[in-house]
């Protein structure tokens, strides 16, 4: 799948519902990396230390990724929460879905459509946001090429992330990758020479 189909999360979110007596509540957070998705998966099961079942899925990227029915039978939970992750193209995320038990068994399919609509309408109170990948660039420029600066960095959608005000000013501009190379040139070929690229680096968000 290409990136610009992707999607993010900002803020985690949490959703309960009842299903014939049993408890399910779901919990997702934006996650940056594996290690960041297993601490969130620990707080969840400190916080739901006594509940039946703590079942998950998160997915990193396109190839890293994760799920687990912790007890349940094997396919109906950790296998329907990743499914919801993934019918909303969501990257960078970890869902864990806790069971309390109520006394009535759901059955296997029971079972795969709870864990799957709780999953799926957590992640709907989520506000999604497009997987966008940024070059973050470093310029130190006289103060005379601001206005200058200001107008390049707009005209390829660039932002002003950081200023630092001394004999000159340095500033870090957050760009869209596929515009930076265009940024670049353009930066390069203004200012006679006096605009300098000190450091490129790439981030995502």
């Known amino acids: 799948m290409s990136e610009n189909q992707l999607f993010i999360i900002n803020a985690p979110v949490v959703h309960e519902i009842k299903i014939k007596r049993s408890l399910f509540i779901g919990a997702i957070a934006p996650v940056e990396s594996k ?25 990193i990227d396109q190839q890293i990724f994760r799920y687990s029915d912790d007890g349940e039978p094997s396919g109906t ?37 709870a864990y799957g609509q709780c999953a799926e309408e957590t992640v709907q109170k989520c506000k999604l946001e497009k997987f966008v990948r940024y070059h973050f660039i470093t310029l130190q420029y006289p103060y005379n090429l601001t206005r200058q600066i200001h107008y390049i960095v707009g005209k390829f959608q660039g932002q002003l992330d950081e200023q630092t005000f001394d004999t000159s000013i340095t500033s870090v501009i957050k760009i869209p990758s ?9 930066l390069l070929g203004a200012g006679d020479g006096n605009i300098q690229i000190i450091a490129t680096k790439e981030k995502c968000t």
Not at 91 to 105: N, S
Request: net charge positive; with cysteine.
């Open 77 to 113: 939970a950790g296998r329907p929460i990743l499914l919801s992750i993934d019918k909303f193209n969501l990257i960078k995320a970890a869902l864990v879905v806790t069971r309390y038990y109520g006394g009535v068994k759901l059955g296997t399919g029971g079972l795969m459509r």
């Open 178 to 186: 596929d515009r930076q190379q265009e940024l670049t040139q353009a």
């Open 35 to 59: 290690s960041a998705a297993e601490q969130f998966l620990d707080e969840i099961r400190q916080q739901h230390y006594n509940a039946t079942h703590n079942c998950y899925a998160y997915r």
